[in-house]
C-alpha cells in the first residue's frame, strides 16, 4: 500500500522517530478513581504505539477501562476525579504533563473523538448545525456562512437526510443513530491526526455502519490519520483494524495483528470472546456459549490472574494463576500474551478445545 | 459459506396464541416554525404497520436507523400516542386507552431502552431505579423490595452490593444491566426491547442473550426485539421484520429471511454484516446502496425504496407495491422480489 508520506510533517516525524517514539506512544498509563469503596484502578498500566495511517482495535470486557483510556487521551477526565500517571506522547508531545489549556487546543484538529454515548457530547440547548459550526471555527478561520456549509457538507457525508434543514434540529429531535452520525460528523469536521472513535457504530444499522467505516478510511487515506477503533463488534475490527488489543480488568492481556488475534489467539479470554458472539457465516447454534461468572470488581481485583475467577485453565498452572498476575509478554513476531499456560498446553487447548468450536 | 439453519425447532408455529396485533400504525410528528408554531409538516415515522406478535415468540424489527423501529416500540408500549391504526394487546383495543385505564397495561408491556445513559436518572441509587417499578405500581415481594432488586440484580449479572451505588459508576454495559433488571420487576407480559444487547460486549451480551431466552422459557414471554445486529438478531428471533423508512418491507420467519430475503432492501442489509474474519476482508462483495437516505418528512413516493433500489422500474415510482404473503408466512413489499419460490436459485445477502 502506498502511503501519502507528504502530508506528515516531515521535521518533527523525524525528530520523533529518532527518540523511538510512534506518532501516539501510550506509556504505562495508568487512571484510577479514588471513590468511597476504594480505588477504582480503571486502567491499570498499558502501553501501545500507533503510527500514522494505521487503525488500532480495542476489544474488551464492558468495563475494562477502554473509555476511560481513550478520555485520558484526550484529557476528558474531570479534574480531581481521577488520578493519571504514565506518557501519552502525541507527536513527541507529552499529553500527560501538558495543561489542560495546551491540550484542549490540540482537541478537534489533532485528536478527536466519537464518543459512545452521543448525548454527553452533544449539547441539548444548541442545534446540531450549531455545535459543529463552532467546532469548525475553533480551528479554522473561517466566516459562519463558510462553517455552516461545511457543517451541511459534512451532515451529508455521514448520511442524515436532508442536511440543509436537518442542520438546524436540535439533538433530541434526531433518533439515536442520527445522533451518533451527528456526532461523527462534528468529530471528522477538523480532519483530525489522530481519531478515536469509541463503539462509533452501536446505534447504527449495517448498511450505514459501512458507510461510517468507510468514511473513516477515506479520512485515514485523505489525511494519514491515526486511528484507534473501539468497538464490541469483532466484525468491525476484523474489517478495520491492523493491530488489536484485548483488554480485561484495566490492562491489555493479548495484542497482536489483526490476522493473528483472529487466526491464532493465544489468550483463554479472547478465546471466550471469540466463541461467544453468534456469527452469520456460521450455522447457528442453539445457545451461545458465554464465557461464565462476571467481570471482576476493578476495586478488588482478583489476585493473581484478574480472569482466574471465569477461566477454564486456571488449575492447569499449578497455583500461579491464583497468585501471579501473568506479565504481557511477547511469544514471538509481537504477539503478546499475559497468561501462564506453557506453549504446550496453550496450543493444545487451542487445538482441540477451542479452534474446532470456532 | 451459507448461513445453513439446521436448526428444525427454529419457527414457532404460527398457530399460538396472538397477543398483540397492530393495523395501520401511524405516527406523524408534527413539525412547527414560527411565532405562531403553525404546521408546516411532519415526520412520518411510522407510516402503516400491520403485524401480529404470537404468545411466547421473539419478533425482531430491524432496519436502517431513524426508520421508525423505537417510535414503533413507544407506541406499543404506548409511551406515544398513535397518530392513526389499532393496537390490540391481549383481545383489548388499547390505542387510545385513557392513563388511569392503561395502568394496568404498564405491568404487563415493558420496554427495555435504546439508550443505557439517557434512560437511568444519575440521582437514583440502583436499588431504587430497579425497584421503582414495585413502588409504582404498588407490588409488595416476599422479603422486601431491597431482596426483590438484589436477586433481579444477580439475575441480570450484576452483583447484589451494587444495590447503593449510582448510575455514573458503571460502565455503558453495566447500565444497561440495571435498565434490563428494572425491566423484568414486574414479571411483564410482553418486552419491547430497543437494542438490549448493543451496548454489551460479546461475552456478557451471550449472557444476556441466554438469559432473555431463559426467562422467556420460564415465564412464557414474549419479546419484540429492536436490534440492528442481524448475528444476534438471527440467533434470537423467532420472526423478523424489516422496516424502511416507516414501513414494513418484509416479514418472515428466522431462517426464510436470512436464507431466501426477498426484498431487495432486506439483501442489501444482509450483505453489509461485518464478517468477524479478516481473510474476509478484501472479497466481501457488497451491496453498497446507492443515492441519498430519503427523509421522513418527504418520503418518496409508491416503493420508498425506488430511490436506492438496484432494481427499481417506473413501476415502483407509481405503484406502492402491498405487503404480499409469497410463500407461506414470508410476506414481501417488492413489484420484483428475490428468491420467489420457483424462481431461480437461492440468492443470500451473505456473501459467500
Ligand atoms: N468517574 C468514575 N468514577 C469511578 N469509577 C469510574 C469512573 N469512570 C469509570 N469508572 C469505572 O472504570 C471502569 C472502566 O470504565 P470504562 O467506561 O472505561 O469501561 P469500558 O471498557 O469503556 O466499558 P464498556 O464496554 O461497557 O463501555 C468501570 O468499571 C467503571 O465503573
Ligand atoms: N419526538 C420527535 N419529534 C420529531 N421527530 C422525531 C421524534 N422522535 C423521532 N423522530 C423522527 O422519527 C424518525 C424515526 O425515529 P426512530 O427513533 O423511531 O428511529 P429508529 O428506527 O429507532 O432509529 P435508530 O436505529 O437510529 O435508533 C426519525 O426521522 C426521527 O428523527
Ligand atoms: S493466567 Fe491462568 S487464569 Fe489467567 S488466562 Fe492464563 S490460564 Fe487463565
Ligand atoms: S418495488 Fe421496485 S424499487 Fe421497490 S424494492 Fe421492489 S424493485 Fe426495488
Ligand atoms: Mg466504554
Ligand atoms: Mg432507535
Redesign the interface.
Known amino acids: 500500500m502506498t502511503e501519502p508520506q507528504d502530508l506528515v510533517t516531515p521535521q518533527d516525524t523525524v525528530q520523533r522517530i529518532e527518540r523511538g517514539e510512534a506518532f501516539l506512544d501510550v506509556r504505562d498509563l495508568k487512571v484510577h478513581f479514588p471513590t468511597d469503596d476504594g480505588v477504582v484502578k480503571s486502567v491499570d498500566g498499558i502501553s501501545f504505539r500507533l503510527e500514522r495511517g494505521k487503525t488500532l482495535g480495542i476489544v474488551g470486557e464492558s468495563g475494562s477501562g477502554k473509555s476511560v483510556t481513550s478520555l485520558s487521551i484526550m484529557g476528558l477526565h474531570k479534574a480531581g476525579t481521577a488520578r493519571i500517571s504514565g506518557e501519552v506522547f502525541l507527536d513527541g508531545q507529552d499529553l500527560i504533563s501538558a495543561s489542560r489549556e495546551e491540550v484542549r487546543k490540540l482537541r478537534g484538529k489533532r485528536m478527536a473523538m466519537i464518543f459512545q454515548d452521543p448525548l454527553s457530547a452533544m449539547h441539548p440547548f444548541y442545534t446540531v448545525g450549531h455545535q459543529i459550526i463552532e467546532a469548525y471555527q475553533v480551528h479554522n478561520d473561517v466566516s459562519k456562512q463558510v462553517a455552516r456549509k461545511h457543517a451541511v457538507a459534512m451532515l451529508d457525508r455521514v448520511g442524515i437526510p436532508q442536511p440543509d434543514k436537518r442542520v438546524d434540529a436540535y439533538p433530541h429531535q434526531f433518533s439515536g443513530g442520527m445522533r451518533q452520525r451527528a456526532m461523527i460528523a462534528m468529530a471528522l469536521s477538523c480532519d483530525p491526526d489522530l481519531l478515536i472513535a469509541d463503539e462509533p457504530t452501536t446505534a447504527l444499522d449495517v448498511t450505514v455502519q459501512a458507510q461510517i467505516l468507510d468514511l473513516i478510511r477515506d479520512l485515514q487515506r485523505e489525511f494519514n490519520s491515526a486511528v484507534i477503533i473501539i468497538t464490541h463488534d469483532l466484525g468491525v475490527v476484523a474489517e478495520l483494524a491492523d493491530d488489536i488489543q484485548v483488554m480485561y480488568a484495566g490492562r491489555a492481556i493479548e495484542y497482536s495483528t489483526a490476522e493473528d488475534i483472529f487466526d491464532r489467539p493465544q489468550h483463554p479470554y479472547t478465546w471466550g470472546l471469540l466463541g461467544s458472539m453468534p456469527r452469520i457465516d456460521r450455522e447457528r447454534s442453539d445457545r451461545l456459549i458465554p464465557i461464565k461468572g462476571t467481570p471482576p470488581s476493578l476495586i478488588n481485583v482478583p489476585p493473581g490472574c484478574p480472569f482466574n475467577p471465569r477461566c477454564n485453565y486456571a488449575h492447569l498452572n499449578g497455583g500461579l494463576s491464583e497468585t501471579e498476575r501473568p506479565e504481557l509478554l511477547d511469544i514471538g513476531n509481537g504477539h503478546q500474551v499475559a497468561c501462564h499456560l506453557t506453549p504446550e498446553l496453550r496450543k493444545q487447548s487451542w487445538e482441540t478445545d477451542i479452534k474446532p468450536k470456532l | 459459506?451459507t448461513?445453513?439453519?439446521?436448526?428444525s425447532t427454529a419457527a414457532k408455529s404460527p398457530t399460538g396464541e396472538e397477543l398483540l396485533s397492530v393495523t395501520g400504525l401511524v405516527k406523524h410528528f408534527p413539525i412547527r416554525r414560527g411565532v405562531l408554531q403553525r404546521q408546516t409538516g411532519a415526520v412520518q415515522a411510522v407510516d402503516g404497520l400491520d403485524f401480529t406478535v404470537t404468545k411466547g415468540e421473539t419478533f425482531s424489527l430491524?432496519?436502517?436507523?431513524?426508520?421508525g423501529k423505537?417510535t414503533t416500540g413507544r407506541l406499543l408500549t404506548r409511551l406515544l400516542e398513535p397518530t392513526a391504526g389499532k393496537i390490540v394487546f391481549e383481545g383489548r383495543d388499547i390505542t387510545h386507552m385513557s392513563e388511569g385505564k392503561i395502568r394496568p397495561l404498564r405491568k404487563d408491556v415493558q420496554m427495555i431502552f435504546?439508550?443505557p445513559?439517557?434512560s437511568l436518572n444519575p440521582r437514583h441509587t440502583v436499588g431504587k431505579i430497579v425497584g421503582a417499578p414495585y413502588k409504582l405500581q404498588h407490588v409488595k415481594t416476599e422479603g422486601g423490595t431491597k431482596k426483590a432488586v438484589q436477586e433481579l440484580l444477580e439475575l441480570v449479572?450484576?452483583?447484589p452490593e451494587h444495590y447503593n451505588r449510582y448510575p455514573h459508576?458503571?460502565?455503558?454495559?453495566?447500565r444497561q444491566r440495571i435498565g434490563i433488571a428494572r425491566t423484568l420487576a414486574l414479571r411483564p407480559k410482553l418486552i419491547v426491547a430497543d437494542?438490549p444487547v448493543?451496548?454489551?460486549?460479546?461475552?456478557?451480551?451471550?449472557?444476556v442473550?441466554?438469559l432473555l431466552?431463559d426467562l422467556q422459557n420460564e415465564f412464557d414471554l414474549t419479546y419484540v426485539m429492536i436490534a440492528?445486529?442481524?448475528?444476534?438478531v438471527?440467533?434470537v428471533s423467532d420472526r423478523v421484520a424489516v422496516m424502511y423508512l416507516g414501513k414494513i418491507v418484509e416479514i418472515a420467519d428466522r431462517v426464510d429471511l436470512?436464507e431466501t430475503p426477498m426484498h431487495p432492501y432486506t439483501l442489501?442489509?444482509?450483505s453489509?454484516?461485518?464478517?468477524?474474519?479478516?481473510?474476509?476482508?478484501a472479497r466481501q462483495e457488497?451491496i453498497?446502496?446507492q443515492g441519498?437516505?430519503?427523509?421522513?418528512?418527504?418520503p418518496p413516493p409508491a416503493c420508498r425504496f425506488h430511490t436506492r433500489c438496484w432494481k427499481a422500474q417506473d413501476i415502483c415510482k407509481t405503484v406502492e407495491p402491498p405487503l404480499l404473503q409469497l410463500a407461506p408466512g414470508h410476506q414481501t413489499a417488492c413489484h420484483f422480489p428475490e428468491n420467489q419460490p420457483g424462481g431461480d436459485a437461492p440468492k443470500t445477502g451473505?456473501a459467500g
Open positions: 459459506m448461513t445453513t439453519d439446521t436448526d430491524v432496519g436502517e436507523s431513524g426508520c423505537t435504546q439508550d445513559y439517557g449479572g450484576l452483583s459508576e458503571f460502565s455503558g454495559g453495566q437494542e448493543s451496548a454489551l460486549d460479546v461475552s456478557i451480551q451471550a449472557q442473550v441466554n431466552e440492528h445486529d442481524l448475528s444476534v438471527r440467533h436470512y442489501a442489509l444482509l453489509a454484516v461485518p464478517i468477524p474474519d479478516t481473510k474476509r476482508r457488497r453498497r446502496l441519498d437516505v430519503p427523509s421522513p418528512i418527504n451473505t
